[in-house]
């Protein structure tokens, strides 16, 4: 009676074993398919990184012979005898902080696969106001002759107030980057640019008062 008791016990713990490693199945199973059809990360994270828009784009070529103009304006002065030293160090600083960024705007348009210039069907874009001669702030060919031609402390004023414009140019350009950009990095410089510059400006306004 006892040995029949047993088995039978035994027989009932096995059904119950069975049971449990069945609902385990089933629920790794249901686990598993739960886990396939999760949704697809959109993008991977070098995707993600390289994310552009045309605002972005225009912001590259456009602040590229911006930059590149700042650039010439500042060695034409320091090339110059007789200018405040105040005025030369301004010049200086704006090279030192706007080469980088030359480099930097190139390497994203590579990256990007863009050109560096804008097409010329592409002239008659909003901010551009009829070409790339009349982008915000820039100077004429008669504007950089003047700077070339003039001396001294006439030099140095005139230096002041062309690059009061041009420095005014970047940062409503930079301002439309930040409004209308997607690339973080591109955004980023572009508050840079507006900070920087417009103390830049503060600063040139005080010091044609010392002239």
Do not use: Y
């Not at 650039?71 to 090339?79: F, K």
């Not at 994203?108 to 560096?116: A, C, F, M, N, R």
């Not at 230096?159 to 409004?179: K, N, P, S, Y």
């Amino acid at each position: 009676m006892n040995k029949k008791t047993l088995a039978v016990g035994a027989t009932a713990l096995a059904v119950v074993f069975a049971a449990t490693a069945c609902s385990d199945s089933d629920s790794d199973t249901g686990t598993t398919v739960a886990t396939s059809t999760a949704p697809a990360s959109a993008g991977t994270p070098a995707e993600q990184a390289t994310a552009h828009n045309d605002a972005d784009v225009m912001f590259a070529q456009m602040m590229l012979p911006h930059h590149s103009q700042a650039i010439e304006m500042s060695d034409m002065l320091l090339a110059k005898d007789n200018i405040p030293a105040e005025v030369t160090a301004l010049a200086e600083q704006i090279k030192t902080a706007q080469g980088p960024e030359i480099d930097q705007l190139e390497s994203w348009l590579d990256q990007w696969g863009e050109p560096t210039k804008m097409p010329e069907s592409d002239h008659d874009m909003p901010g551009m106001d009829g070409g790339m001669a009349e982008m915000e702030g820039m100077m004429s060919e008669e504007d950089m002759q003047a700077l070339a031609d003039a001396q001294g402390t006439d030099a140095a004023r005139l230096f002041l107030e062309q690059m009061i414009a041009h420095h005014e140019g970047a940062v409503d350009m930079a301002q439309t980057e930040i409004e209308d950009g997607q690339f973080p990095d591109a955004v980023a410089m572009a508050r840079t640019i507006v900070d920087t510059q417009q103390q830049e400006i503060d600063t040139m306004r005080q010091l044609l008062t010392t002239l």
